[in-house]
């Protein structure tokens, strides 16, 4: 009887109207005496002994019984409990159960839906043994509707009864099911999908209708960039309400014109409460108005929009603020400027409290009436190269970041410029020739004043060769390695005011012309004759030689947030999207179902009917007869299960609605969604989909098969493929199989594919958590490594520690071979030398070199170096400023390339700012290798040296010798290379993180400025800066 009742009570699931009985006040006067029948269908035996309730106070969330034993392990919610030591006590109970879940004695959770379902759930049974199941055959066999757990994801109120509650039994009532934040209810019959439906129950019976489902719904945040319409069929697109319902098709359209795509944007579409995709649109960058006007010095003012990424820098000191400098929006929260306009000489960087920006102006006044719909904000950091020195280092580095205190609104006339690091399409844009725009308030003459109207220069590209040889001789050395030239000498310049505007270049792609910011404005050789100098070039800091500086600010600027659609934890952590309000704890400080968040609320989705719908609840009529549950008591049957989490499953049968009472035999084909899988429980292995059997209401394995996300364990190259993998255990873990996919908890055991690949630390394991890695490893390619070599000389067996990567470059003429340079390895068929070594008033010919690796022994042929590896030169790559002293640096490009082995193996390269900084430290010793002349009128080394050079300030060196801005100095005073050493690295050791040491190269010996060659009677070495050429370097590797 009791089995055949649970079963319709699952049907019956959520619809009624009731009269409660009336609680007294105090609810201990409930307990009387137990009748000597044990198995009392109408009352309830305290576990304390000390009397029996009737089973219609057991679970009411009233306790009777004096040790609460009538209330425990109900199925009513944390807003049931009436009294703080009950709340207490469920609180301590939900800590491992979630709020839509009941705790089987055992300590295991099923969900609210399946108690006294007729299906043991728990292992133990309490979930159908338990008296509450007994409660409800008695409250039917009294008559009545009798009210439902609450439902999955949401609750109900019974009209004017507050205190009624599950199981009990009334005569007539209306039920509101109202569902939880970010789930709503989807009527078969189409609806108008909102939050709550009314149910009925009418003397003691049940009115005909569906029972609802709280279903989860797509979530449409607010976004700047996008606006939405959804589908509603038979009527067309219509404005979208903040939630959407399931199987809704979502046009995403571009908020233009201040955003835009390159693409059409496909349909958005609502599955299982998840988008299929986020539609995500580009802010409109580098955009002008076609009509603007040019010129600063001699020219016209701007129109309003002309170039709406250019902002005003203020300085703070004077009342109103005075406008200094100029900048570029690259974002609405970061601006790109000039380091030296904030910066003193005596005072280094100036504070940020002394400056404000201001964007949108045509007019320079900081508080100017006419600038309608301008922006303004403080500094909340500036942001300035480590290495800038101001005048004192040539202006080498002159590029500032600003990060705003208030974002900015994109609007017509604000909006960013482009920012494009790609070296090729910057070659495009920088040709001779080509005229980039830059703006200022700037002087309007060499001898006039600020101009009050934004003045609007096109200024054209210079080659380098033609601005070195133009420029005053007292100011090349201020054409640093990450500058150009662009301008006139016609009387057309920027001025005093214009120091950090930003020059951007077109490019019309897709029909459109967009500007591409490639220079701040640095500096100018000065006129003492006038306040600015208008018949010269202007020097501008590339945006190229910065990108790892901007692409910090820019990380440093970003407010952290999680990845769009998933869910931000309080502490800041991040979980799948859905995993707010889902009945799991998955974030460690339980946020995702705090009470506030989660709190059943009226969600207003969408009017929109769904295309489609499928049956989501089962038709009910009034509770069946006595007679009716016998018959039924007379036939086993099974119950369909509710679908799984991010799955579903197919029937063999045409009607297989959830909850559906099923005669005879079913089977159940369960599939997960993609990135999903099903644990099985005798071997831990994971599948996207499963059977299941039910005969006669016997199933062959549980029904509460559930879709986990998985992790697919794919390694990178450098990962050796003996990996392993380790399962959860209480005891810490054990050893498990690698499949493709594995189970949020495995663990997986990686090391570096040796001898060729290393990392600086101990690889750490991938764990796989909540579905997603917590990191994927690489390692890097073995470099940098210096093995003791036993070679025997004079007959004798000698131990020598010579650096692999270092190589000798030869002249093939005249012949033998001669040795003139050295070099380093980088890769197997790129070497770094210096560019003097192939230099006579040009680049020398590739056929005329040779280089040999592997070698002790000077002479080309000595029949000694076994471990030799020779090739011819296929390339010889010199930067185009090279003129002597200034980025004296080569790359050389193989015609043959090396097979790394013991005796020969590249030098680590690093262009990592930090790690330079570590080991260039005044006194910390590098090595260099070479046979070069023991002295100025000396001999040649037959052998390779290998010389220990401490590395010299930058300060003290230069007080003793002068050197470009791309040099360092190393070494002892007086203790020189010499003729043949030039081209050699010295490399520096790191053993970050492990105990092997490893050299990293860090320059090439060249030579002072003005020095014809490195063997002088200079006190240092002087050594070009690898760092200083990344980009040159990284073109050829």
């Known amino acids: 009887?009791?089995?055949?009742?649970?079963?319709?009570?699952?049907?019956?699931?959520?619809?009624?109207?009731?009269?409660?009985?009336?609680?007294?006040?105090?609810?201990?006067?409930?307990?009387?005496?137990?009748?000597?029948?044990?198995?009392?269908?109408?009352?309830?035996?305290?576990?304390?002994?000390?009397?029996?309730?009737?089973?219609?106070?057991?679970?009411?969330?009233?306790?009777?019984?004096?040790?609460?034993?009538?209330?425990?392990?109900?199925?009513?919610?944390?807003?049931?409990?009436?009294?703080?030591?009950?709340?207490?006590?469920?609180?301590?109970?939900?800590?491992?159960?979630?709020?839509?879940?009941?705790?089987?004695?055992?300590?295991?959770?099923?969900?609210?839906?399946?108690?006294?379902?007729?299906?043991?759930?728990?292992?133990?049974?309490?979930?159908?043994?338990?008296?509450?199941?007994?409660?409800?055959?008695?409250l039917t066999k009294s008559g009545g509707c009798i009210l439902p757990p609450y439902p999955t994801h949401g609750s109900y109120e019974v009209s004017k009864l507050p205190n009624a509650r599950p199981g009990q039994a009334l005569d007539s009532f209306v039920l509101t099911v109202t569902c939880r934040r970010g789930f709503g209810i989807v009527h078969p019959d189409g609806g108008d999908g909102s939050g709550t439906q009314q149910l009925y129950c009418v003397n003691g019976e049940y009115q005909y209708q569906t029972m609802p489902r709280c279903v989860r719904f797509c979530k449409l945040n607010p976004d700047p960039s996008v606006r939405y319409t959804c589908h509603v069929p038979g009527v067309g697109?219509?404005?979208?309400?903040?939630?959407?319902?399931?199987?809704?098709?979502?046009?995403?359209?571009?908020n233009s014109p201040i955003y835009y795509t390159t693409e059409s944007l496909p349909y958005m579409k609502c599955n299982f409460g998840y988008w299929d995709y986020v539609a995500q649109c580009r802010a409109e960058c580098g955009r002008v108005t076609p009509e603007g006007t040019q010129l600063v010095i001699d020219g016209k003012p701007a129109k309003r929009g002309e170039l709406p990424w250019h902002v005003g820098i203020y300085r703070k000191i004077t009342s109103p603020y005075l406008q200094i400098c100029g900048g570029t929006l690259i974002t609405n929260n970061v601006v790109l400027s000039a380091a030296h306009c904030f910066w003193s000489d005596l005072k280094k960087k100036l504070p940020e409290s002394d400056f404000a920006v201001a964007v949108g102006k045509l007019y320079r006044d900081w508080d100017s009436e006419n600038d309608i719909g301008a922006q303004k904000s403080d500094l909340l950091e500036i942001r300035i190269p480590s290495r800038f020195q101001g005048a004192e280092a040539n202006f080498q580095e002159d590029i500032a970041a600003l990060i705003l205190k208030t974002p900015f609104v994109y609007m017509t006339y604000v909006r960013p410029v482009c920012v494009y690091y790609d070296v090729n399409f910057e070659r495009i844009q920088l040709r001779p020739g080509n005229?980039?725009?830059?703006?200022?308030?700037?002087?309007?003459?060499?001898?006039?004043?600020?101009?009050?109207?934004?003045?609007?220069?096109?200024?054209?590209?210079?080659?380098?060769?033609?601005?070195?040889?133009?420029?005053?001789?007292?100011?090349?050395?201020?054409?640093?390695?990450?500058?150009?030239?662009?301008?006139?000498?016609?009387?057309?310049?920027?001025?005093?005011?214009?120091?950090?505007?930003?020059?951007?270049?077109?490019?019309?792609?897709?029909?459109?012309?967009?500007?591409?910011?490639?220079?701040?404005?640095?500096?100018?050789?000065?006129?003492?004759?006038?306040?600015?100098?208008?018949?010269?070039?202007?020097?501008?800091?590339?945006?190229?030689?910065?990108?790892?500086?901007?692409?910090?600010?820019?990380?440093?600027?970003?407010?952290?947030?999680?990845?769009?659609?998933?869910?931000?934890?309080?502490?800041?952590?991040?979980?799948?999207?859905?995993?707010?309000?889902?009945?799991?704890?998955?974030?460690?400080?339980?946020?995702?179902?705090?009470?506030e968040l989660c709190k059943p609320g009226f969600v207003k989705p969408t009017s929109l009917p769904i295309p489609e719908p499928s049956p989501l609840a089962i038709p009910v009529t009034k509770p069946p007869s006595s007679s009716d549950l016998n018959s039924l008591l007379a036939t086993e049957s099974c119950i369909l299960p509710p679908y799984p989490d991010y799955g579903t499953y197919e029937t063999n049968i045409p009607i297989s609605d959830p909850g559906r009472i099923i005669f005879g035999s079913v089977t159940l084909i369960v599939t997960c969604q993609q990135g999903y899988g099903i644990v099985t429980l005798e071997d831990g292995a994971i599948k996207n989909s499963t059977t299941i059997h039910c005969v006669k209401g016997n199933w062959n394995q549980s029904i509460v098969n559930k879709c986990v996300r998985v992790c697919r364990l794919v390694l990178d190259s450098s990962i050796d493929s003996n990996y392993s993998c380790l399962a959860t255990a209480a005891t810490g873990f054990k050893p498990t199989q690698c499949d493709e996919y594995v189970t949020s908890g495995t663990a997986v055991s990686v090391s570096c594919k040796s001898p060729n690949y290393y990392s600086d630390r101990e690889l750490p394991h991938m764990r796989c958590i909540s579905g997603y890695w917590d990191y994927y490893p690489r390692c890097k390619a073995e470099c940098g490594r210096i093995s003791p070599k036993v070679i025997e000389t004079n007959g004798l067996p000698v131990e020598r520690t010579d650096p692999p990567w270092h190589v000798g470059i030869h002249r093939k003429f005249p012949k033998p071979y001669t040795q003139v340079c050295g070099g380093s390895i980088i890769s197997k068929d790129a070497v770094i030398s210096a560019a003097h070594c192939f230099w006579n008033m040009k680049v020398l010919p590739a056929s005329d070199y040779a280089v040999a690796a592997g070698k002790l022994h000077r002479a080309w042929n000595d029949a000694r170096d076994e471990n030799a590896q020779k090739s011819d030169v296929k390339e010889i790559n010199v930067p185009r400023r090279f003129q002597g002293s200034r980025e004296d640096i080569a790359v050389l490009i193989l015609v043959t390339p090396f097979v790394f082995s013991t005796f020969v193996s590249p030098v680590c390269l690093s262009f990592d700012y930090d790690l330079e900084n570590r080991q260039l430290q005044e006194g910390m010793l590098g090595q260099v290798s070479g046979w070069g002349r023991t002295s100025i009128n000396g001999n040649f080394s037959p052998v390779l040296k290998n010389i220990q050079m401490p590395y010299i300030s930058v300060a003290q060196c230069r007080s003793k010798i002068s050197v470009a801005d791309d040099k360092f100095c190393a070494g002892l005073q007086n203790e020189n290379l010499c003729e043949g050493d030039g081209g050699a690295g010295i490399a520096f050791p790191s053993s970050t993180g492990t105990s092997i040491q490893r050299y990293y190269l860090r320059g090439v010996v060249s030579r002072p400025s003005g020095r014809e060659t490195i063997c002088d009677d200079s006190p240092f070495n002087v050594f070009t800066y690898i760092t200083k050429h990344e980009d040159f370097i990284k073109d050829f590797i």
């Open 1 to 138: 009887m009791i089995l055949m009742h649970n079963m319709w009570f699952s049907i019956l699931f959520g619809i009624i109207f009731v009269t409660p009985p009336a609680v007294t006040r105090d609810a201990r006067n409930e307990v009387f005496p137990c009748s000597r029948g044990v198995n009392s269908l109408d009352e309830f035996r305290c576990q304390n002994g000390t009397g029996c309730v009737s089973v219609k106070h057991l679970c009411d969330g009233v306790p009777h019984c004096s040790d609460t034993s009538d209330e425990e392990f109900c199925p009513h919610r944390r807003r049931d409990l009436q009294t703080e030591d009950w709340m207490s006590h469920r609180r301590k109970r939900q800590t491992t159960c979630g709020s839509d879940q009941w705790k089987c004695l055992d300590g295991s959770c099923i969900s609210l839906d399946n108690i006294c379902n007729g299906v043991d759930d728990c292992t133990d049974r309490s979930d159908e043994t338990h008296p509450f199941c007994k409660k409800l055959l008695s």
């Open 237 to 254: 697109f219509k404005t979208c309400k903040n939630y959407v319902a399931p199987g809704t098709l979502v046009n995403p359209i571009c």
């Open 435 to 595: 005229a980039g725009k830059v703006a200022g308030w700037g002087l309007t003459s060499a001898q006039g004043t600020a101009a009050n109207l934004l003045q609007v220069i096109e200024m054209p590209f210079i080659n380098v060769d033609t601005c070195i040889n133009t420029i005053p001789q007292s100011f090349r050395e201020y054409i640093t390695g990450d500058k150009f030239c662009a301008g006139y000498t016609t009387g057309k310049a920027l001025c005093k005011g214009d120091s950090g505007g930003g020059l951007a270049f077109p490019d019309r792609g897709l029909g459109v012309d967009r500007y591409y910011l490639r220079g701040i404005v640095s500096a100018a050789p000065r006129d003492d004759q006038k306040l600015c100098n208008d018949n010269t070039y202007t020097t501008f800091t590339m945006i190229t030689k910065h990108q790892d500086f901007i692409k910090e600010a820019l990380a440093a600027s970003a407010v952290h947030r999680c990845p769009q659609y998933s869910f931000q934890c309080d502490d800041g952590s991040c979980v799948d999207q859905g995993s707010d309000c889902n009945g799991r704890q998955d974030c460690a400080d339980g946020s995702d179902e705090s009470d």
